[in-house]
T-cell receptor
Framework: GAVVSQHPSWVICKSGTSVKIECRSL??????MFWYRQFPKQSLMLMAT?????????EQGVEKDKFLINHASLTLSTLTVTSAHPEDSSFYIC???????????????FGSGTRLTVV | QQPVQSPQAVILREGEDAVINCSSS?????VHWYRQKHGEAPVFLMI?????EQKGHEKISASFNEKKQQSSLYLTASQLSYSGTYFC????????????FGKGTLLTVNP
């Protein structure tokens, strides 16, 4: 089945620094990837839609200058949290979909997530 | 707009059944169901498309009533491994539509 690899699994950074999170589709090409943020015991909140070769589409209320998304190839999307602050501490997860012949019946595969702690 | 899930939490004994509901104020094209265990990423369970279908595998099945804009997930003869938070995600048409997830239902199955 479709596999999405996300790195790192966890990261601790100092306030004011930047952190890059990578999301790779391992056995399929993903023209579109989605980035979510999840706070403890809460739902998955979509942050942005990452499109290969074009600008990402951000959800309302998400600062595009703070959460930089780059979708440089058909298998890699990166999320960079710039000038991180403690309130950015959260669980960040990416997802993608393998658009094969069974596409309408295919769900989204999620990466393993990145737990970001800003101190 | 975020779909509404109910109940928020349910506790079962192994072997009991449960139903989790998901409703939307918007017309639905598709409904996805995912299960997430603590500290892990969500895992895809099934997808239901516009058309009032019902589907399932093993002891987990789901229905989709597009007229009522509702979907229900049925867990039969629950196992300990069913414990986790269940999310429904609603989407529009197309190949790479974004999903809007409900707040989740925490299911705990005890021995």
């Amino acid at each position: 089945g479709a596999v999405v690899s996300q790195h790192p699994s966890w990261v601790i950074c100092k306030s004011g620094t930047s952190v890059k999170i990578e999301c790779r589709s391992l056995d399929f090409q993903a023209t579109t990837m989605f980035w979510y943020r999840q706070f403890p015991k809460q739902s998955l909140m979509l942050m942005a839609t990452s499109n290969e070769g074009s600008k990402a589409t951000y959800e309302q209320g998400v600062e595009k200058d703070k959460f930089l998304i780059n979708h440089a190839s058909l298998t890699l999307s990166t999320l960079t949290v710039t000038s991180a602050h403690p309130e950015d501490s959260s669980f960040y997860i990416c997802s993608a979909r393998d658009l094969g012949p069974l596409t309408p019946f295919t769900g989204y595969t999620f990466g393993s997530g990145t737990r970001l702690t800003v101190v | 707009q975020q779909p509404v899930q109910s109940p928020q939490a349910v506790i079962l004994r192994e072997g009991e059944d449960a139903v989790i509901n998901c409703s939307s104020s918007k017309a639905l094209y598709s409904v996805h169901w995912y299960r997430q265990k603590h500290g892990e990423a969500p895992v895809f369970l099934m997808i239901l498309l516009k058309g009032g279908e019902q589907k399932g595998h093993e002891k987990i099945s789901a229905s989709f009533n597009e007229k009522k804009q509702q979907s229900s997930l049925y867990l039969t003869a629950s196992q300990l491994s069913y414990s986790g938070t269940y999310f429904c995600g609603t989407g529009s048409g197309g190949s790479n539509y974004k999903l809007t997830f409900g707040k989740g239902t925490l299911l705990t199955v005890n021995p």
